[in-house]
């Protein structure tokens, strides 16, 4: 509605009681809640690919293959090497039983002959020549056992020639082709990217410093895409993160959504502009905000004799005089009702606010009154 006076046209609303929803708008990107970059610990050439682009995977699929020539000629190796070993343990033993049975025998003939023969040094010599082949069987078997741990190692090798998806989900990157060299030196390099099931994902936004105090995990949002203007989606707050971050001055919060995603419509990467509930207030009173920043113009000068000193001094334009408003003291401030054609002050004192209209906590303002809010034109 509008109120009219002297020279001047005014816009008025009513004051409404109602619900007050309090949001906080902030931006960011959706992403998959588990994300695994699936690379290779060997070096070698590709021999086949067998995913694709957006392919759905299992636990211990087969993503690729290396070419495994090199790999099957050390395994052929190590298990010539471990039979070998074991060969040389027989033969250890074989030697072990000779020794043992020639000291006997000198034992029994020095038994025999009360001590006379053999002598001393040939007694010396088989416990020596005994000695030497247990520690050589020793020798031979530990030997076999370093062949066995080279054998399982070049057949783990082999088995890591076939890199398998480690997680259920789809295949979001593929860095390679057929044919291509892997090198693995320092680091694995990153042949898949995989994102375990897209129907839930994470939407990862910033939220400036000066709403982080109202934002608590549990609150629900909403949120839109680019690529569904017409469309909002439902979203949860699960974590509040404490670290900051600095961009351009500003400092941000990063705050994580969780997000449901049952027919695969949003993707990765895509960029989201959430509203989060904050606050919400049942049977409030609601004055618009645009009330709370308006001052009236002060009443013209009635015409009067001035004199000539008068008319010489310098005096503000009619009509733009401006009432000096001090009662912005904390959240005590003052809105304008407008009631035959005269500005009546009312004090208030304002609670949460959605940025459109805000809540009165305290003041003589009631449902249905008419409160002014900007002025609309100038009278001639």
Same mark, same amino acid.
Request: net charge positive.
């Given at each position: 509605t509008a109120g009219k006076t002297t020279a001047l046209q005014y816009k008025t609303e009513q004051v409404r009681r109602g619900e007050l929803t309090v949001i906080v708008t902030a931006t960011g990107t959706l992403q998959p809640t588990n994300t695994v970059s699936v690379g290779s610990e060997l070096s070698g050439i590709i021999k086949g690919v067998e995913v694709k682009?957006?392919?759905?995977?299992?636990? &211990?699929?087969?993503?690729?293959?290396?070419?495994?020539?090199? %790999?099957?000629?050390? +395994?052929?190796?190590?298990?010539? /090497?471990?039979?070998?070993?074991?060969a040389k343990v027989l033969q250890a033993q074989a030697t072990v039983s000779e020794t043992r049975a020639r000291l006997s025998q000198l034992q029994k003939v020095k038994e025999l002959s009360n001590g006379k023969v053999p002598s001393q040094s040939e007694m010396d010599a088989a416990e020596a020549?005994?000695?030497? @082949?247990?520690?050589?069987? /020793?020798?031979?078997?530990?030997?076999?056992? $370093? @062949?066995?741990?080279?054998?399982?190692?070049?057949?783990?090798?082999?088995?890591?020639?076939?890199?398998?998806?480690?997680? *259920? &989900? #789809?295949?979001?990157?593929? =860095?390679i082709e057929p044919g291509q060299t892997v090198a693995a030196s320092f680091q694995a390099p990153v042949l898949f990217t995989l994102a375990e099931d897209l129907k839930q994902m994470e939407l990862h936004v910033n939220v400036d410093e000066a709403?982080? *105090?109202? #934002? $608590?995990? &549990?609150?629900? /949002?909403?949120?839109?895409?680019? @690529?569904?203007?017409?469309?909002?989606?439902e979203a949860r707050i699960t974590q509040v993160r404490y670290a900051s971050t600095t961009t351009s001055g500003v400092v941000t919060y990063e705050t994580v959504l969780k997000v449901d995603?049952?027919?695969? =419509?949003?993707r990765p990467g895509m960029t989201a502009t959430a509203d989060i509930?904050?606050?919400?207030?049942?049977?409030?009173?609601? #004055?618009?905000?645009?009330? +709370?920043?308006?001052?009236?113009?002060?009443?013209?000068e009635k015409k009067s004799s001035i004199g000539l000193v008068g008319a010489l001094l310098p005096r503000p334009p009619v009509g733009t005089q401006q009432y000096n408003d001090t009662t912005t003291n904390g959240k005590q401030q003052r809105v304008w009702i407008l009631k035959n054609g005269q500005f009546s002050p009312v004090y208030v004192t304002t609670g949460s606010t959605s &940025? %459109?209209?805000?809540?009165?906590?305290? *003041?003589y303002i009631q449902p249905g009154m008419e409160v002014a809010v900007d002025i609309i034109t100038g009278g001639k």
């Open positions: 682009y957006n392919d759905r995977v299992k636990v &211990g699929q087969v993503l690729a293959r290396l070419d495994t020539s090199k %790999l099957e000629a050390q +395994l052929t190796q190590s298990k010539a /090497a471990l039979e070998s070993s074991k020549a005994f000695e030497r @082949a247990k520690a050589d069987a /020793a020798s031979a078997t530990a030997s076999v056992s $370093q @062949a066995q741990a080279t054998l399982q190692a070049n057949e783990t090798d082999l088995s890591k020639s076939i890199i398998r998806s480690p997680i *259920g &989900g #789809v295949v979001l990157t593929r =860095s709403d982080i *105090g109202k #934002v $608590q995990e &549990g609150q629900k /949002a909403v949120f839109s895409v680019s @690529a569904y203007p017409n469309r909002t989606f995603n049952p027919d695969l =419509s949003l509930t904050v606050k919400k207030v049942e049977n409030a009173i609601l #004055v618009p905000s645009a009330a +709370l920043r308006f001052t009236p113009p002060a009443q013209q &940025g %459109l209209m805000t809540e009165i906590l305290a *003041g």
